[in-house]
């Protein structure tokens, strides 16, 4: 059964990006659409077989990369997502399946790797395409438009638009 | 009691079974695929050629006769994007990690970025060209095959092995290059 998107932005990704201190509104919003997007909030293990894990789908070997070439870099926020491990002896594979506040975490920090700023807070298409280019890559399966109809069809067509008014 | 007849019979039967089974190894094991390192300054590729072909190739969701891979489906999708499966025993390069066909995907092009429009117009000829394969109306199609990212180099030949059921269309900076001779932009 998927999880309620809006609680799961607030109670879950919310938080741990306060903690992190790596919260914005576009970035609690594109981590939900990633987290819509790539698992409909309810794969932990990826359908066919394949590496990824989690509400993100994030494969161990990018979580690798990720901690090897970026977080050993950046010791205050590389101690602050360890510290949302579900135990200090976790392994951070399970974790990436089961933990969705280190998950989380971990997405995030795989966005900010990217060159590029986040795009404006309810722009779908921009989100989409941010999406696209840096997390699932050009070699992932996915494109802007399942986003955008991932979005759409969980959020509600209208979603943004009222939020603009 | 056998007779040096039967015998020299039985030894001939026996040498027929195993000549036949010996050519029919080699008509089976795919043969060793050239496969060129390449190091782009941002990660290493394994590159080689594959000759698809209407025997080794399954064009997900559009076979009617193949159980389709959740999820895949030989449609054109933005950006370029599409893809075809290779029967794994049809192919030179050894995936433990998969049961019966690998995931040979297009990725996917920017149409914003310079000469996004002309990549991806490539990309849906090569598109165009495998579907007349599917409707055998070509009886190959060569293409560039990039192994990266889920391969390791092993001992054994051909020196890699796939660690994952997905590979990919050679790919440099977003237009698909059909050869696996160095390639600059």
Known sequence: MALNPTIFANTV???VLQQIGLFS??????????????????ARQQRAGGPALGLYQMEPN??????????????????????????????????????DRYATAMARAHYARAPMPLPQFNDIPAMAAYWKQYYNTPL???????????????????AVQAAKQ | MIGNGHWRCAAVVLGLIASCWFVNGLRAAPPQPEIRKSDSGKAVHYLMMFELTRDNTVFPGVDP??????????????????EVEIMKSAFPVSAPACKTRLILRMPWTNSEAPQGKVAIADKEALFARLDKLRQRQLGAVPVAIDLSPYVKATAAPPGVELTACNIFFRDVGGRYVDMIDDFKR
């Open chain 1, 140 to 158: 992932g399966a996915g494109s802007p438009a399942e986003f955008i109809a991932s979005w759409n069809k969980t959020m509600g067509v209208g």
């Open chain 1, 13 to 15: 990704i919310a938080p």
């Open chain 1, 62 to 99: 990018t979580a690798n990369d990720i901690w090897n070439n970026f977080l050993k870099y950046r010791q205050p926020l590389a101690k602050k997502i360890e510290s949302l491990l579900s135990s200090p002896t976790a392994s951070k594979v399970q974790d990436l399946q089961n933990n």
């Open chain 1, 25 to 42: 509104p576009a970035a609690q919003q594109l981590l939900l659409g990633t987290a819509i997007q790539e698992s409909g909030l309810t």
């Open chain 2, 65 to 82: 006769d193949v159980s389709a891979t959740p999820g895949a489906s030989f449609t054109l999708r933005d950006g370029g994007q599409f």
